[in-house]
């Protein structure tokens, strides 16, 4: 059985994370066990008459004296881990000085350590007194430096001196906690999390089989004239001669093979599999059982020999594989337990932080909940038939389609009444991008945030909506907070989303929603060059490769949503400038040229490492018809930037807030 290296990798790298944890853990158990002579388990177990004690006691009786607690628990000052000075607050005079009491307080200290030396063998565990000494002179040093000659004018010391009859009832518990018992508890926690992520660990393998399952809920192009207009879109931005073979080899290396495909590999069965899922998301065998559609590939191929001055090898080579990112196996590593927790606080921080700029988060359009329910409720479909329908038909009349959360905020007096739609990209959600929300309510407008929760790495898989039906849910909340039209800021993955809208709402419509365009790292452009080689299959060479890799195309949700639900085909737009939009139409031309907004904007980072960005800006100038340098500056290039680097560069910052405010 030949065993797919991509998953052997995962393997690895999994099991090292689990390791990590595993043995700095372990030689922890072992030291404590070697130190005092008991397992953590046997010092709380010995421990707990103890906490019994402390739970059932009333304040006064529990805190009334810290010797019998001693004495009952076999306590000692020498448990703690900190020397303990007294500090009597009345006896200290209205004129002392911070130097006498810094000396006297040294000299305690140094008494204390004298005494302890000679009635002790053993040094009291943790303390060094001759270091804590010369840091209580650096101290003093310091405090007169900065003109605190009277200990009274000390910030905070009324409140010290408050907090002074709290001491006697306190110095149990603190002494409790500086003593090695809290050191078993600490210990026993982090097993406990150790034994969490361990069973995490697990449950992760046997969920990512699960997701192994092809489900085919993404369709190919369904009509004739839609994959011919696709067809010949693709093939006008394809180089000839080199360039093709090129492109041709970039979906024919999947990283499972000993070596990428050259083109004279590439058999012409091998590029009639490739075109099979490409245009009809299906295997070869499901296409072949149409006459009519084999024909069809047959055409493509020979259109493609003959436009680009190419040959394909008769024949097919079983050693040669393709991209079909629907059917492949879905690749993924293991994140720990404490990821999702850390990404699920961060996003629990910024729901409160939007909540206090003045958002209002709604779950979805058809929410009963929703302040105009009345308007967008759902109303399910009623049978013609007399005969009673299963509960299946009915779940399946019923279900609502798909629908979006979002996050809404408008001014009182918004100086700009169009909304500005932000459609984030692939991460953890939202809270990657808190900086910029946090810019854009600055600008007086009405602000949507659409959320992507199957790209922001939640453990949760949901039925995700395709781009298409994306665009009916962005109407719906257009129609709901009464907005005609809106400007459209898309990052990432974001832009893909736009695009549908675009592509479903052209700007040369009069009823068209889109007022302006945003695009930041673009992937709707040339989608079907290097996108989905360089995401799904890349094996990471560089740095920033490696952060996409980590962080983004091997988390379990993203890369299921990525396999398993992401089409190429309602991605990706070929559209036409506003300065075009007169032009005479293409061959075939259809929705997927639409004509772009006049307040159109669109950032690309130079150094991308997931799309040659060079191609794409010499596509949108040539044939797409975007100004650059101009004062519409239509297409900016960020030089030296990779992918979502804008987000932590201010120069380039403060460019998108700039077109967010123009547009």
């Given at each position: 059985?030949?065993?797919?290296?991509?998953?052997?990798?995962?393997?690895?790298?999994?099991?090292?994370?689990?390791?990590?944890?595993?043995?700095?853990?372990?030689?922890?158990?072992?030291?404590?066990?070697?130190?005092?002579?008991?397992?953590?388990?046997?010092?709380?177990?010995?421990?707990?008459?103890?906490?019994?004690?402390?739970?059932?006691?009333?304040?006064?009786?529990?805190?009334?004296?810290?010797?019998?607690?001693?004495?009952?628990?076999?306590?000692?000052?020498?448990?703690?881990?900190?020397?303990?000075?007294?500090?009597?607050?009345?006896?200290?005079?209205?004129?002392?000085?911070?130097?006498?009491?810094?000396?006297?307080?040294?000299?305690?200290?140094?008494?204390?350590?004298?005494?302890?030396?000679?009635?002790?063998?053993?040094?009291?565990?943790?303390?060094?007194?001759?270091?804590?000494?010369?840091?209580?002179?650096?101290?003093?040093?310091?405090?007169?430096?900065?003109?605190?000659?009277?200990?009274?004018?000390?910030?905070?010391?009324?409140?010290?001196?408050?907090?002074?009859?709290?001491?006697?009832?306190?110095?149990?518990?603190?002494?409790?906690?500086?003593?090695?018992?809290?050191?078993?508890?600490?210990?026993?926690?982090?097993?406990?999390?150790?034994?969490?992520?361990?069973?995490?660990?697990?449950?992760?393998?046997?969920?990512?089989?699960?997701?192994?399952?092809?489900?085919?809920?993404?369709?190919?192009?369904?009509?004739?004239?839609?994959?011919?207009?696709?067809?010949?879109?693709?093939?006008?931005?394809?180089?000839?001669?080199?360039?093709?073979?090129?492109?041709?080899?970039?979906?024919?290396?999947?990283?499972r093979t000993k070596q990428p495909a050259k083109f004279e590999d590439i058999g012409r069965a091998n590029m009639?599999?490739?075109?099979?899922?490409?245009?009809?998301?299906?295997?070869?065998?499901?296409?072949?059982?149409?006459?009519?559609?084999?024909?069809?590939?047959?055409?493509?191929?020979?259109?493609?020999?003959?436009?680009?001055?190419?040959?394909?090898?008769?024949?097919?080579?079983?050693?040669?594989?393709?991209?079909?990112?629907?059917?492949?196996?879905?690749?993924?590593?293991?994140?720990?337990?404490?990821?999702?927790?850390?990404?699920?606080?961060?996003?629990?921080?910024?729901?409160?932080?939007?909540?206090?700029?003045?958002?209002?988060?709604?779950?979805?359009?058809?929410?009963?909940?929703?302040?105009?329910?009345?308007?967008?409720?759902?109303?399910?479909?009623?049978?013609?038939?007399?005969?009673?329908?299963?509960?299946?038909?009915?779940?399946?009349?019923?279900?609502?389609?798909?629908?979006?959360?979002?996050?809404?905020?408008?001014?009182?007096?918004?100086?700009?009444?169009?909304?500005?739609?932000?459609?984030?990209?692939?991460?953890?959600?939202?809270?990657?991008?808190?900086?910029?929300?946090?810019?854009?309510?600055?600008?007086?407008?009405?602000?949507?945030?659409?959320?992507?929760?199957?790209?922001?790495?939640?453990?949760?898989?949901?039925?995700?909506?395709?781009?298409?039906?994306?665009?009916?849910?962005?109407?719906?909340?257009?129609?709901?907070?009464?907005?005609?039209?809106?400007?459209?800021?898309?990052?990432?993955?974001?832009?893909?989303l736009c695009a549908a809208v675009c592509r479903a709402s052209p700007a040369s419509s009069p009823k068209s929603?889109?007022?302006?365009?945003?695009?930041?790292?673009?992937?709707?452009?040339?989608?079907?060059?290097?996108?989905?080689?360089?995401?799904?299959?890349?094996?990471?060479?560089?740095?920033?490769?490696?952060?996409?890799?980590?962080?983004?195309a091997r988390e379990i949700g993203t890369s299921w949503f990525i396999m398993r639900r992401f089409c190429w085909?309602?991605?990706?737009?070929?559209?036409?400038?506003?300065?075009?939009?007169?032009?005479?139409?293409?061959?075939?031309?259809?929705?997927?040229?639409?004509?772009?907004?006049?307040?159109?904007?669109?950032?690309?980072?130079?150094?991308?490492?997931?799309?040659?960005?060079?191609?794409?800006?010499?596509?949108?100038?040539?044939?797409?018809?975007?100004?650059?340098?101009?004062?519409?500056?239509?297409?900016?290039?960020?030089?030296?930037?990779?992918?979502?680097?804008?987000?932590?560069?201010?120069?380039?910052?403060?460019?998108?807030?700039?077109?967010?405010?123009?547009?």
């Open positions: 059985m030949i065993v797919d290296h991509l998953l052997t990798r995962t393997g690895v790298r999994s099991l090292g994370l689990v390791l990590a944890g595993v043995v700095p853990l372990a030689s922890s158990y072992l030291i404590y066990i070697l130190a005092y002579n008991e397992t953590p388990v046997d010092t709380l177990i010995n421990q707990l008459p103890f906490m019994l004690q402390l739970l059932r006691a009333n304040s006064s009786s529990s805190f009334s004296s810290s010797s019998i607690l001693f004495h009952n628990n076999n306590i000692s000052p020498r448990d703690s881990l900190l020397p303990s000075i007294p500090f009597d607050s009345a006896a200290v005079p209205a004129t002392t000085t911070i130097s006498s009491v810094v000396a006297a307080a040294a000299a305690t200290v140094v008494s204390a350590t004298e005494s302890s030396s000679t009635t002790t063998e053993q040094p009291i565990p943790g303390s060094n007194l001759p270091v804590l000494s010369s840091s209580i002179v650096a101290l003093v040093q310091f405090l007169d430096t900065h003109g605190y000659k009277d200990i009274h004018q000390l910030p905070g010391y009324q409140y010290w001196i408050a907090l002074q009859p709290l001491k006697e009832h306190l110095s149990p518990v603190l002494n409790f906690i500086s003593s090695h018992q809290t050191l078993a508890w600490i210990l026993t926690g982090l097993h406990l999390w150790m034994a969490a992520e361990l069973v995490f660990y697990f449950m992760f393998w046997k969920k990512l089989a699960r997701l192994q399952e092809v489900d085919r809920v993404v369709k190919g192009v369904g009509a004739k004239a839609k994959r011919r207009e696709l067809f010949e879109r693709c093939l006008e931005t394809v180089e000839e001669g080199e360039g093709v073979k090129r492109w041709i080899e970039v979906w024919f290396d999947t990283g009639v599999t490739w075109m099979a899922w490409a245009f009809w998301a299906a295997p070869l065998e499901e296409v072949a059982q149409s006459p009519a559609a084999i024909i069809e590939l047959n055409e493509m191929i020979d259109t493609i020999e003959e436009v680009k001055k190419i040959k394909f090898t008769e024949g097919y080579n079983p050693n040669v594989e393709c991209i079909r990112l629907s059917l492949d196996p879905v690749i993924a590593s293991h994140r720990p337990l404490i990821y999702y927790t850390l990404i699920w606080s961060a996003n629990a921080f910024t729901r409160i932080v939007f909540l206090s700029l003045g958002f209002t988060r709604y779950s979805g359009t058809l929410d009963q909940t929703h302040p105009l329910e009345q308007q967008t409720k759902f109303k399910p479909k009623h049978r013609k038939s007399s005969s009673f329908p299963s509960p299946g038909a009915i779940a399946a009349e019923n279900r609502p389609p798909g629908d979006l959360a979002y996050w809404y905020r408008t001014p009182a007096k918004p100086q700009n009444p169009i909304p500005l739609v932000f459609i984030h990209g692939i991460g953890v959600g939202l809270v990657q991008y808190i900086h910029l929300v946090v810019a854009l309510t600055f600008i007086s407008r009405p602000l949507i945030l659409v959320e992507v929760p199957e790209v922001s790495s939640q453990l949760v898989q949901a039925e995700c909506m395709t781009p298409d039906d994306t665009y009916f849910v962005i109407e719906r909340i257009l129609k709901i907070h009464k907005h005609p039209k809106a400007t459209f800021l898309g990052h990432s993955l974001g832009t893909m929603i889109v007022h302006g365009l945003i695009l930041t790292d673009p992937i709707c452009f040339l989608t079907h060059h290097s996108i989905a080689h360089n995401f799904a299959y890349r094996t990471p060479a560089t740095a920033s490769e490696l952060v996409i890799d980590l962080f983004a085909t309602e991605s990706i737009i070929f559209p036409i400038a506003w300065s075009k939009r007169h032009q005479k139409p293409l061959v075939c031309q259809g929705k997927l040229s639409p004509v772009l907004p006049q307040r159109t904007r669109v950032f690309l980072s130079s150094n991308d490492n997931l799309m040659d960005m060079s191609k794409v800006a010499e596509y949108l100038r040539t044939m797409v018809g975007l100004e650059e340098g101009t004062e519409k500056d239509e297409l900016v290039i960020m030089d030296g930037l990779d992918h979502a680097q804008l987000l932590m560069r201010p120069e380039w910052f403060s460019r998108i807030l700039k077109a967010a405010r123009e547009c």
